[in-house]
């Protein structure tokens, strides 16, 4: 028989491939379970996954990991987070643990208004710098593509400004980042019409000159209204992005409905979505991207995740990182969509994999273990995908491999040479 080259071959105990988008409770079939599976690459591609007995009579590989103790997933796909500001609010968090709201904090000025206010006066390297140490925390946890927004402009210029960043941090970063243009709350002394002309007349063209695909509303009680939001994603349709929206977060005020009209890619939070709607993301193609650690620290209610999850929904879970809480950690992530938002292990791992790059427009390319796919995996001290939210060690990653190569290696990944 012929055998082929490959830069590296990765055996394991359990691949976890997750060929295709899940709906529904996830056993080992729609997860793609191979079990004593190899995965073999070439140029930073996967170019087969199978057993590994048949990969190893395929494949010549320069080198090798033998992982055959553990199971190897895609790299963790995060959908939603707000990576892009200057400054920290420690001092609300403390408030709202005493009971404040994070309404009565914004409306006083604080909360995304102060961060808006104080990411303006930073300058673009304390940006880029911050910026490029949080996504390295996130690579830590296993993230190997992360969406990052913007919206802490404080002017339609600072927007841009923000947006010329994210393009910079593009072209830079290990990690894949997919940018988002994010219309987050009311700019001081901006009235909705002038911004409306600001998006038509040079943040969308500009953001679509920088390769920006989506267009992001936070539609909420204190942020935009059901309305503004239509006229701003249906705007940015029409331009060319892909709207995704924060719907139903604090209150239910129809922002979910007009996330199901422009047909959103996503719709996210959705912690006080009515049943109905509910029923009707399920059928849809929309992914619902849930934020199980601003749950439950910061809105204080569970989003409606198995009536999702029974009903079918894609359901895909975030960090949502941003200065209301840091959180960088994808791993604890998943350990919280477990046993707080009680998603079976299965589920949580696709929804922090395939579904996240379903609604990214990535499937295929990240988030799945498919010939083809970007060989960016992770290596996992489990021996089956029931001890994600089970075992809570510190750290349950051996390694990440990102294009191919080892780059966080806590858990001490040993690359053979030669096979
Ligand atoms: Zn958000």
């Not at 007349?201 to 989506?214: D, H, I, T």
């Amino acid at each position: 028989m012929m055998s082929f080259n490959a830069d590296l071959i990765v055996r394991a105990k359990l691949v976890l491939s997750l060929p295709d988008v899940v709906r529904g409770r996830a056993d080992c079939r729609p997860l793609g379970c191979v079990e004593d599976g190899a995965i073999a690459i070439s140029n930073g591609r996967i170019v087969s996954v199978g057993l590994s007995d048949d990969i190893l009579r395929r494949y010549r590989a320069r080198r090798y990991i033998d992982a055959s103790r553990y199971i190897v997933t895609p790299g963790l796909v995060d959908p939603h987070t707000h990576l892009l500001y200057h400054g920290s609010r420690e001092d609300e968090r403390e408030e709202i643990l005493g009971g404040v709201s994070y309404g009565d904090i914004l409306a006083r000025g604080g909360g995304i208004l102060r961060t808006m206010r104080e990411t303006s006066k930073a300058d673009r390297e304390i940006l880029l710098t911050s910026l490029a140490t949080r996504i390295d925390a996130l690579l830590e946890s296993g993230v190997t593509t992360v969406e990052v927004k913007t919206g802490y402009g404080l002017s339609p210029q600072d927007e841009a400004r923000l947006l010329e960043i994210l393009g910079e941090a593009v072209k830079t970063s290990l990690v894949d980042i997919v940018p988002t243009l994010l219309a987050h709350v009311p700019m001081p002394g901006v009235d909705f019409k002038t911004l409306v002309e600001a998006y038509r007349g040079s943040l969308v063209p500009r953001a679509l000159e920088l390769g920006v695909r989506f267009i992001d509303v936070f539609c909420d009680r204190g942020a935009f209204n059901p309305e503004e939001s239509r006229t701003i994603l249906r705007l940015g349709r029409s331009l060319g992005l892909v709207p995704r929206i924060h719907a139903d977060e604090f209150s239910y005020i129809g922002c979910s409905d007009v996330g199901l009209e422009v047909q959103a890619v996503s719709l996210d939070h959705l912690n006080q979505t009515p049943s109905e709607i509910v029923k009707r993301i399920a059928v849809s193609d929309s992914t619902a991207i849930l934020a199980p650690s601003t749950a439950l620290a910061i809105v204080g209610k569970k989003p409606p995740s198995r009536e999702l999850l029974d009903l079918g929904a894609i359901v895909a879970i975030a960090t949502d990182h941003s200065p209301a809480l840091m959180n960088l950690n994808m791993v604890e992530t998943i350990n919280l969509a477990v046993n707080y938002l009680s998603i079976p292990p299965g589920n949580a791992i696709a929804a922090a994999t395939v579904n996240a790059a379903h609604s990214l427009g990535l499937k295929g390319e990240v988030g799945s273990i498919v010939e083809g796919s970007k060989a960016d995996l992770v290596i996992w001290s489990f021996p089956h995908y029931r001890w994600f939210g089970y075992l809570m060690h510190r750290s349950p990653i051996v390694c990440v491999i990102k294009n191919g190569m080892v780059v966080k290696n806590p858990g001490g990944c040993v690359v053979h040479e030669g096979l």
